[in-house]
């Protein structure tokens, strides 16, 4: 036998990227966050039921897109400024002021990092609101999508979304749009986490795998 | 975000583009959008027909290359034309199909582009059949092809339905290509439309300001 060594995993030398869809959506009252769980390292999956809705906040959460490590870091750096702020205010902090402290980091560290956050949460002041905050933009949006599954559901969520849902309504929203984008983008699967955040707090959920909804498969 | 690989990364004219073929009860619809784009920021023509007749109740549209797949459907033309002068009968879909796979298949260096061919025969009645880029043959009930596609992968698998009567394909068509063309800035300008029956075929446009608009619109 020569002495043929076999081609190294891809784990072992790609970077860990979080190919991803992340869907964030308000409705009258709160927002709804939606997130897949599969983490890739250029072919592989190294991880298969990763939560990307991670806490800002108690009212205010952020769903993580493109490189893993940078967005993790990111969204612990923001959790670490907004605890203090809020101590400082004496009030919990507004969804404005975390995504504006996401937006800070995005833009100052603009070359080196590659990450998409989308804030979403809900205050006092304006309620339900979601701010997306690609490479150091800042802008508010009644709903927002990112990630490399979300090219494939510009067109469901056009057509689909309406003002003014309900709660319900917008969390079978944001799971049918999940499940169409994991269904044709090959770094998004695993099972669909969803979290809705109203006045009352924070309740987070998981879809698994055989209770996605399913479409018309030839 | 990263730019998605797309079609129009070609040489010269580009239909970078969205182009569907929807089949329904009794028919099948095949359509486009009609912008012609140089590179990705000049357009070339903001009328085209990608919609191409190679036959009576054979339709053909093009995504990629313009030049190659000018090229390719001019040769299938001929060679089905022969064809059916040969068999003394209308070609059938999947005749048609074949000939471009043939020359998709044996050209696979050279060309790059793909074709959507839909139509009806009197065997199998409507069909869909696509040969993709490196000349791959398949049949289905509905497809989607071109740069502008990927933004609406999920808005048709979650509304196609089988057996969809006239109307409510023409819509889903016409849905469809608005939302691509509304995210795709290399797909634009009007709808084109041929509804493809036992009847003959139709050619249908729907220009910009009659398309269907959208939450943010």
Sequence with gaps: MSGEMFPEPGWLSEEVKTGTTIIAVTFDGGVVLGSDSRVSAGETVVNRVMNKLSLLHDKIYCALSGSAADAQTIAEIVNYQLDVHSIEVEDDPLVCSAATLVKNISYKYKEELSAHLIVAGWDRKEGGQVYATLNGLLTRQPFAIGGSGSFYIHGFVDAEYRKKMTKRECQEFVVNALSLAMGRDGSSGGVAYVVTIDQDGAEEKCVLGNELPKFFDQ | ?217
């Design chain 2, 1 to 217: 975000m990263e730019r998605h690989n797309s079609y129009s990364q070609v040489k010269g004219v580009s239909t970078g583009t969205t182009i569907l073929a929807v089949k329904f009860n009794g028919g099948v619809i095949i359509g486009s959008d009609s912008r012609a784009s140089m590179g990705e920021s000049y357009v070339s023509s903001k009328t085209i027909n990608k919609l191409i007749q190679v036959h009576d109740k054979i339709f053909c549209c093009i995504a990629g290359s313009l030049a190659d797949a000018q090229a390719v459907t001019k040769m299938a033309k001929f060679q089905l034309s022969f064809h059916s002068i040969q068999m003394e009968s209308p070609p059938l879909v999947k005749a048609a199909a074949s000939i471009m796979r043939e020359l998709c298949y044996n050209n696979k260096e050279e060309l790059q582009a793909g074709f959507i061919t839909a139509g009806w025969d009197r065997k199998k009645g409507p069909q869909i059949y696509v040969v993709s880029l490196g000349g791959m043959l398949l049949s289905q009930p509905f497809t989607i092809g071109g740069s502008g596609s990927t933004y609406i992968y999920g808005y048709v698998d979650a509304k196609f339905k089988p057996d969809m009567s006239l109307e409510e394909a023409t819509q889903f068509s016409t849905n469809a290509l608005a939302l691509a063309m509304g995210r795709d800035n290399v797909s634009g300008g009007v709808v084109h439309l041929v509804v493809i029956t036992e009847a003959g075929a139709k050619h249908i446009v729907v220009p910009g300001d009659k398309l269907p608009k959208f939450h943010d619109e």
